[in-house]
């Protein structure tokens, strides 16, 4: 029987007949509903239609799909001596990617910032052994395809090496997730952000949002948590959710600039 994605957001669903009913993370209201009604792609399907491509950006190797799918996310993998890091994930792994993967030292853990990067983690994590699966217990209602490798970690932070960090921010959802990478950015430090905090377009700012597509914006309190949460974290670095969406130096002056205007745009 075939897995199951959901073509808008890229989950990946348990092998069924058929497909599901239904994708919560899409009926949420931070995400939507493809307009031409729910969607989905046998796993199969998906690998004939698409291919893993990887490239280089800002020093940290890239994998994603082309023609772009779904959210258009792309993973990066963070070298370690090891063994990689995967952060956040996309909706397919191919034989070729794999290798690739393997060719840099490969993986020893996936971590993901929140559901809408879950794409296929299970099928990650086998292609490596059964590597752990890191994401935060606060998210655990959207786990699409539950499988052993998942860790639901807690509390506020989870070290998986002396480099590398998972700090809980919140946010965005709940569980959201940024990676601290201390030897980023040449030993600057970095931080790997997804779209917790949103590089914007003009790569010298971010923002922050409960719902991108839907325009919903995150109130001051959970903004506040955010910075908090960064607060005692060195970085110089911040790599973004898509390519090349990264601030390449001065992240922290920038970081804190962007909390503070958007402080500012959303107060009476």
């Not at 291919?51 to 792309?74: C, K, N, T, Y």
């Not at 786990?143 to 509390?155: A, D, F, K, L, N």
């Not at 974290?233 to 992240?251: P, Q, S, T, V």
């Amino acid at each position: 029987m075939p897995l199951w994605t959901c073509e808008q957001c890229g989950a990946q669903f348990p092998e069924r007949a058929a497909p599901p009913a239904s994708c919560s993370i899409c009926e949420d209201e931070r995400q939507y509903v493809n307009w031409k009604g729910q969607q989905w792609l046998a796993r199969e399907t998906l690998a004939e239609r698409h291919r893993i491509v990887w490239r280089d950006d800002l020093g940290i190797s890239g994998i994603g799909l082309e023609p772009g799918f779904a959210i258009g996310q792309r993973a990066l993998i963070v070298p370690e001596r090891d063994g990689c890091v995967m952060w956040d994930c996309i909706p397919l792994a191919t034989r070729e990617a794999v290798d690739h993967v393997r060719s840099l030292g490969g993986l020893k853990a996936i971590a993901v910032s929140h559901p809408h990067y879950y794409g296929a983690v299970a099928d990650w994590s086998e292609a490596f052994g059964g590597v752990p699966v890191y994401l935060h217990g606060d998210d655990r209602q959207w786990v699409t395809r539950p499988h052993p490798s998942i860790v639901p970690w807690t509390g506020d932070s989870h070290r998986i090496s002396d480099d590398i960090t998972l700090v809980r921010t919140g946010g965005h959802f709940a569980g959201g997730t940024i990676l601290h990478w201390r030897g980023g950015a040449e030993g600057r430090g970095a931080l790997l952000t997804g779209d917790v905090a949103m590089v914007a377009m003009d790569r010298r700012s971010l923002s922050f949002m409960y719902s991108f597509p839907n325009y919903i914006p995150l109130n001051a309190s959970a903004v506040r948590s955010i910075a908090q949460a960064v607060a005692p974290l060195k970085f110089d670095r911040i790599y973004g959710a898509w390519w090349d969406k990264n601030i390449e130096a001065g992240a922290r002056a920038a970081f804190d600039a962007s909390v503070r205007r958007y402080l500012a745009a959303i107060s009476d």
